[in-house]
């Protein structure tokens, strides 16, 4: 229950700041939009690339929205346009640059990723532009006083706490090792998971994204003794390292937070997946209130994946306040 509730919470204030954010430009000149209702939205994310399979998933979510608004409102109609990061900050600086420099795109949904969101902030703060993202959670995003970004799940505070109490009640591990791979998400995961831990963290270790051989960890995590390794980190990474440390003989328990959460995962490390933990602050499909996971898969074809909710709950924190007649920055 408590998490529904903070995820509802959550929804309805987001959708409060962003009618008063625009309530407050009401009586001016509609140069940033102009219409008397709906308009158009840019999303922005990996929707290709290696970690692509944890963020197509929202953003049919929040395509899935749009489509669902505009069939019932016809005179009110949202535009969504996509914008591929592939999850790297450097790319999406630029398309930042591009969609504040537009003067017809009232808000984003993004980023996806904690990197990207951290490096875009600033650009959409400037230009007044509101951000929801469906699945960024490094705290830090919300750490800084950024007057636009906002986001529909909980930070890595909350997971990483859960996943400790995961390790020490269910794991029931008595020294974890903690691997993460240097990104604002997978460095501020692992960072949160060793302070929760306490004194059952165990040796640390720090990879690089596009790393392809592990063996130096391996040794490290051989040397170390833990009964646990946890790792902060995306699919592209985890993969290849998960199955390196089964062939080397390393079979105790694996735990991964949302960054594994991509169909990408157990495919690129095959049967060395097995029996991977991975956490996620997102809602279960099978939990979204209404109709959502029957609409979903009868637009797609199949189940929403990971944070296919939280896309379609983004869309429609802008879509709300845009009905609303907030049609200005």
């Known amino acids: 229950m408590r ?17 008063g954010a625009a309530g407050c430009q009401a009586e001016e000149d509609n140069s940033a939009g102009g219409s008397d209702c709906g308009g158009k939205i840019a999303i922005f994310g990996a929707f290709s690339g290696p970690n692509s399979g944890l963020v197509i998933p929202s953003r049919d979510g ?28 450097t790319q999406a600086t630029p398309v930042a640059n591009q969609v504040t420099g537009d003067e017809s795109y ?56 859960a996943a400790a109490v995961y390790l020490r009640d269910v794991v029931q591990a008595e020294k974890v ?19 929760a831990l306490g004194e059952l963290a165990g040796g640390a270790d720090q990879v690089q994204e596009k790393q392809v051989n592990f063996a ?11 009964d646990a390794i946890a790792y902060g980190g995306y699919t592209n990474e985890a993969a290849p390292l998960v ?21 990408s995962f157990p495919k690129g490390a095959g049967a060395s997946a097995e029996g991977v933990i991975v956490t996620c602050p997102c809602l279960p499909p099978d939990k979204a209130g209404g109709t959502f996971a029957a609409d979903f898969e009868a637009e797609y074809g199949g189940p929403p994946g990971s944070y296919g909710a939280e896309g379609f709950d983004a869309a429609n924190v802008l879509i ?10």
């Open 3 to 19: 998490r529904k509730y903070v995820r509802a919470l959550g929804a309805i204030g987001l959708s409060a700041a962003l009618i």
């Open 62 to 89: 929040a395509l899935l929205a749009v489509k669902k608004h505009n069939e019932a409102n016809p005179d009110c109609e949202v535009e969504l346009q996509e914008f591929d990061t592939q999850g790297d900050p």
């Open 106 to 161: 009232l808000g984003v949904i993004g980023g996806a990723f904690s990197g990207e969101s951290k490096a875009t902030m600033a650009v959409y703060e400037a230009a007044g532009m509101v951000m929801v993202s469906p699945s960024a959670t490094a705290i830090e995003l919300t750490a800084g006083g950024n007057e636009v970004f906002h986001r529909v799940v909980g930070n890595d505070a909350v997971q990483g706490a």
């Open 177 to 195: 090792f903690v691997i993460n791979d240097g990104t604002t998400y997978g460095a501020g995961i692992a960072d949160e998971l060793t302070g």
């Open 216 to 226: 130096a960890t391996i040794s490290k995590i051989k040397a170390a003794e833990p």
């Open 243 to 263: 199955k390196q440390l089964r062939e080397a003989g390393i079979t105790m328990p694996f735990l991964g937070f949302d960054g594994l959460y991509d169909p």
């Open 320 to 329: 709300e306040g845009l009905a609303e007649g907030n049609t200005t920055r």
